[in-house]
């Protein structure tokens, strides 16, 4: 199978002679092309009952990187499992308009900063307003930056709990039925989120260097304001069941997954993709290994940035106390949180223990082959 690794292999250090990238660029770059590799170490396991043998690289553990996101994604839903209510969970996604795509691009920390903030206002104002619920809500929010071509499309994700915790302490819901609209919503979320963009201390260069000049700004803020900002909101899922292996998908997605891409050629790299505005008909995308490298790096985030975030009683300062409220008021006993070490969690993922030889199933002898990453 064809691999985002193979070609960040092949043209890796072109691209970085190319476009002198940032270091923390370079470092993706590096890394997905390391991983799994004998540049990064790793380990010889031996059975001394057979003799079979296996080496094993380790992992460069970016969360870029498309090999190394199911261990991750699978700690990270384990975790979630406990929070999980009995109540009915909608997903609603917030997105920015494409103006505004090439001033995120240029502002990430800045511009993805606001979009958490603006959504996640929206939603918990507009529920703790008697007319629609009265309640405060908890939320999880996973931002994306991707379309289906690599295109960048900053928007977030965001799994709610139908129904929240009332000032007289209190649960408060509508049953199957969503208690915000949508057209409330976007123009609510519009509103704040260009009041705190013209707040925000900005850079402008190249195409957008005009926007330094503070007409033109206004302008472009005046006519976003005028425009229809696309806020979704989903059905409620089936089951509690049904919402994890949702937030599976989405929590630890990178812009492409490896089975995606469909052909490498000379140089050319073929993809699938969905064309959501034809009937959601699947369709092959054709670019150049350097093209490709560029749209996927479009949605490398800042060091340090964080992608999944959690609020109202959701929110980690209050979340045990919030969420054992939430389970009085509504009866349940919340499963217990437990905990499974790495070779269990890559059990569950593969089937396989990995400390067993798959010839005789016999334990392994381990005997590392250099120093490196943990695999």
């Given at each position: 199978?064809?691999?985002?690794?193979?070609?960040?292999?092949?043209?890796?250090?072109?691209?970085?002679?190319?476009?002198?990238?940032?270091?923390?660029?370079?470092?993706?770059?590096?890394?997905?092309?390391?991983?799994?590799?004998?540049?990064?170490?790793?380990?010889?396991?031996?059975?001394?009952?057979?003799?079979?043998?296996?080496?094993?690289?380790?992992?460069?553990?970016?969360?870029?990187?498309?090999?190394?996101?199911?261990?991750?994604?699978?700690?990270?839903?384990?975790?979630?499992?406990?929070?999980?209510?009995?109540?009915?969970?909608?997903?609603?996604?917030?997105?920015?308009?494409?103006?505004?795509?090439?001033?995120?691009?240029?502002?990430?920390?800045?511009?993805?900063?606001?979009?958490?903030?603006?959504?996640?206002?929206?939603?918990?104002?507009?529920?703790?307003?008697?007319?629609?619920?009265?309640?405060?809500?908890?939320?999880?929010?996973?931002?994306?930056?991707?379309?289906?071509?690599?295109?960048?499309?900053?928007?977030?994700?965001?799994?709610?709990?139908?129904?929240?915790?009332?000032?007289?302490?209190?649960?408060?819901?509508?049953?199957?039925?969503?208690?915000?609209?949508?057209?409330?919503?976007?123009?609510?979320?519009?509103?704040?989120?260009?009041?705190?963009?013209?707040?925000?201390?900005?850079?402008?260069?190249?195409?957008?260097?005009?926007?330094?000049?503070?007409?033109?700004?206004?302008?472009?803020?005046?006519?976003?304001?005028?425009?229809?900002?696309?806020?979704?909101?989903k059905r409620p899922f089936k089951t509690t069941v049904s919402v994890l292996e949702y937030l599976g998908r989405y929590t630890h997605r990178v812009?492409?997954?490896?089975?995606?891409?469909?052909?490498?050629?000379?140089?050319?790299?073929?993809?699938?993709?969905?064309?959501?505005?034809?009937?959601?008909?699947?369709?092959?995308?054709?670019?150049?290994?350097?093209?490709?490298?560029?749209?996927?790096?479009?949605?490398?985030?800042?060091?340090?940035?964080?992608?999944?975030?959690?609020?109202?009683?959701?929110?980690?300062?209050?979340?045990?106390?919030?969420?054992?409220?939430?389970?009085?008021?509504?009866?349940?006993?919340?499963?217990?949180?437990?905990?499974?070490?790495?070779?269990?969690?890559?059990?569950?993922?593969?089937?396989?223990?990995?400390?067993?030889?798959?010839?005789?199933?016999?334990?392994?002898?381990?005997?590392?082959?250099?120093?490196?990453?943990?695999?």
């Amino acid at each position: 199978m064809v691999e985002v690794q193979d070609i960040f292999r092949d043209f890796g250090n072109e691209y970085i002679e190319r476009f002198n990238p940032p270091p923390h660029i370079c470092k993706i770059i590096r890394a997905i092309t390391n991983c799994r590799t004998e540049a990064l170490g790793g380990h010889t396991d031996f059975c001394g009952h057979c003799g079979y043998t296996h080496q094993s690289y380790n992992s460069c553990r970016n969360r870029h990187c498309p090999k190394c996101q199911a261990l991750v994604k699978e700690k990270w839903i384990l975790d979630r499992q406990s929070e999980l209510l009995p109540v009915p969970y909608f997903h609603i996604v917030f997105s920015l308009p494409s103006e505004l795509d090439v001033i995120a691009l240029q502002n990430q920390q800045v511009v993805y900063n606001i979009l958490f903030r603006a959504s996640s206002e929206t939603l918990k104002e507009l529920a703790s307003d008697p007319k629609f619920l009265g309640a405060e809500i908890g939320l999880t929010s996973i931002l994306h930056t991707w379309g289906q071509t690599l295109s960048l499309h900053p928007h977030v994700h965001m799994i709610v709990p139908g129904g929240g915790l009332s000032p007289e302490g209190k649960w408060n819901d509508r049953g199957k039925k969503f208690f915000l609209p949508v057209k409330v919503m976007s123009r609510k979320f519009r509103g704040k989120f260009l009041y705190y963009l013209k707040q925000a201390k900005l850079e402008f260069n190249g195409s957008q260097e005009y926007l330094t000049d503070l007409y033109h700004f206004e302008n472009l803020i005046s006519t976003l304001y005028h425009k229809d900002w696309y806020v979704y909101c989903k059905r409620p899922f089936k089951t509690t069941v049904s919402v994890l292996e949702y937030l599976g998908r989405y929590t630890h997605r990178v812009a492409i997954s490896n089975y995606r891409i469909i052909d490498y050629v000379d140089g050319l790299v073929s993809f699938k993709w969905r064309d959501y505005s034809d009937k959601n008909t699947e369709k092959v995308m054709k670019l150049p290994a350097l093209e490709f490298m560029r749209r996927f790096l479009l949605h490398a985030l800042p060091p340090q940035f964080t992608k999944i975030r959690h609020y109202g009683f959701l929110g980690s300062p209050i979340k045990a106390k919030k969420l054992k409220l939430c389970c009085l008021l509504l009866n349940f006993n919340r499963p217990e949180k437990y905990k499974l070490s790495v070779l269990e969690l890559i059990k569950k993922i593969i089937g396989i223990d990995i400390t067993l030889c798959p010839k005789c199933g016999n334990p392994f002898s381990r005997k590392p082959l250099s120093s490196g990453a943990s695999p």
